[in-house]
């Protein structure tokens, strides 16, 4: 027998194969882009100044590493950690990548 989904399972399916598309097209940029962003990139993604930016780092909450005296900090750590702020996930996208493709 046929079953028709009820209006309210419609529309949560719709949002459901929504939000993977947009992590889909988050992960393409990824995949295409980068992994360590600068310290101007990861102060934009996470709406923060230098000293916030340091106390994360220092408390291991964001990955962070050195190319000479030049910080890199690594997208997918800021990524997991803006998502743990309960940031909805397409505003944690968007920032990120208006921080690593500004324009």
Known sequence: MLQVPSIEQFNDLVTRIERVEKENDFLKELL???????????????????????????????AHRYEGAKPYYDLFSIRNYLAAQK?????????????????
């Open 32 to 62: 295409t882009g980068k992994r360590w962003i600068t310290r101007s990139q990861a102060m934009t993604a996470l709406g923060c100044k230098k000293d916030k930016l340091w106390q994360l780092t220092t408390s291991n909450k964001i």
């Open 87 to 103: 940031i909805d996930g397409s505003e944690v996208d968007k920032r990120i990548i208006s921080a690593c493709y500004p324009g």
